[in-house]
């Protein structure tokens, strides 16, 4: 957490860098984790053919857009626990702790229950083959209910993030995403009294590990020595007035999210008509890129709680400084994960299949990757900074633009039109990254961000 002997004082680069690495290594290495074990449980799953690998990429945006929900509420969440721990008014950090804890669970249920219910119509509707549509009904069960399982922790995560604790989160994260990989291999291939259920044991295990990660969670949030603990003495009920200040932040990134989710739902069709083996080729780009994605979300991250922590201790400069320098570190990985991913396409693609139409469409699209990472790490690190001050519209008009304007009617472009198959696609969210950035550029270049009320 960032020391109370920062404000009223300045900072060299160094300490300023030796900061952020210190607040930003454990979500980073707990993203990176979470992203391996991602390799390993899809590795798993795509040696059981193709129609897995496109069953369980079928489910992802359904669920991305109910986690959306829960996602655009927490940032309003963190931008007002920060702000409050900065100025240390700790009363009304835990009061804004204890709306998220309550809407959290309330939309978890309601998700959960949707999402059971309508399995198949959601899958069919993503554009399912007949050759998956009953597989993928199936994998969407289990993630519906893991909805409420994954909806607690991540408010929980946001919550002590926002405080300056990124060490607890780590943890709690990492040792549920062990369970998803250990009951993975064993619930999938079978092992001793357990049966080998293939794609179902998949699901069964990422449910497990959703449930280990909230009761660890909602553990860490009432033993936490942080203001923001909770106790079972607490008052648990809605209170509208603290709502309401969350959602004046919350409502212009559920937009965002919106937008996004609804442009990459979009997209996602667009994909899977080009057939299963691309589909699934599309999955493994996703996943070996969703590595860097991670580096770069965890400083992300961490510009949102120094910009909101150093905004409610009167230091917009400093909020400023610390969002430059983030934006630097990442580039740095940006630049070598897109080289990597250029000369080592093939045999990363060929950790998670052996089919070689997929492997080969996989590593011709890992190729162009470097033309996406470098405006996504300015994308992600100076949005992150905008959210952290309360300042969410921007990220709104930025994803409507890219994501409608670019990415989607692009690729529709590229792919039904032109016929340049799954590279079209990625050159359309090539662009679409490039047209973000531009936009979040100019705001941040403002500094009006610096002056907003939460």
Not at 311 to 332: F, H, M, S, W
């Amino acid at each position: 957490m960032q020391q109370s002997s920062d404000v009223g004082r300045e900072l060299t680069k160094a300490e300023i860098r030796k900061t952020i690495l210190s607040f930003s290594w454990p979500i980073i290495a707990e993203l990176m984790l979470m992203s391996l074990i991602g390799v390993v449980n899809l590795s798993m799953v795509g040696h059981l053919g193709a129609y897995a690998l496109s069953a369980a990429g079928l489910t992802n945006q359904p669920v991305f857009i109910c986690l959306a929900v829960f996602q655009s509420f927490n940032v309003g969440a963190t931008a007002l626990v920060s702000r409050f721990i900065g100025s240390k008014e700790y009363r009304e950090a835990k009061a804004v702790v204890i709306q998220t804890m309550i809407v959290s669970t309330l939309l978890g249920l309601i998700l959960a229950f949707f999402g059971v219910v309508f399995s198949k119509s959601i899958v069919i509707g993503m554009g399912a083959q007949a050759d998956t549509v009953e597989h993928a009904s199936m994998y969407m069960k289990y993630m519906a209910v893991g909805i409420l399982f994954q909806a607690i922790p991540t408010a929980v995560t946001s919550i002590l993030r926002g405080a300056g604790n990124s060490r607890i989160p780590m943890q709690y994260n990492i040792i549920s995403n062990i369970v998803n990989v250990v009951s993975g291999f064993v619930l999938i291939y079978g092992l001793g009294i357990f049966p080998g259920l293939g794609l179902q044991g998949a699901a069964i295990a990422s449910t497990l590990a959703k449930l280990s990660a909230c009761v660890m969670a909602l553990y860490a949030l009432f033993q936490t020595d942080l203001p923001v603990a909770i106790s079972w003495k607490d008052r648990f009920r809605l209170d509208f007035s603290i709502l309401k200040r969350i959602m004046n932040i919350g409502i212009s990134a559920a937009g965002e999210q919106f937008f996004m989710r609804f442009g990459l739902l979009l997209y996602a069709k667009i994909i899977a008509g080009l057939g299963t083996e691309a589909f699934a080729a599309h999955q493994i780009c996703l996943n070996v890129t969703q590595l860097l994605s991670n580096v770069i979300n965890g400083f992300s991250m961490a510009a949102s709680s120094f910009t909101g922590r150093n905004l409610g201790a009167k230091r917009p400069d400093l909020a400023e400084t610390y969002c430059n320098e983030l934006q630097k570190i990442g580039l740095v990985f940006s630049v070598f994960a897109g080289l990597m991913f250029f000369f080592a396409g093939s045999p990363i693609s060929r950790i998670y299949t052996s089919d070689q139409g997929v492997i080969r469409q996989a590593a011709d699209v890992l190729r162009i990757t470097i033309l996406i990472v470098v405006p996504q790490n300015y994308l992600s690190i100076v949005s992150g900074c905008l959210r952290g001050a309360g300042d969410t519209r921007w990220p709104l008009i930025s994803s409507f633009i890219g994501m409608i304007f670019a990415r989607v009617s692009l690729a529709a472009l590229f792919v039904l039109v032109f016929h340049w198959g799954l590279i079209g696609a990625w050159m359309a969210a090539i662009s679409d990254q490039t047209v973000r950035s531009i936009l979040i550029y100019y705001r941040f270049k403002t500094g009006k961000w610096k002056e907003i009320v939460v």
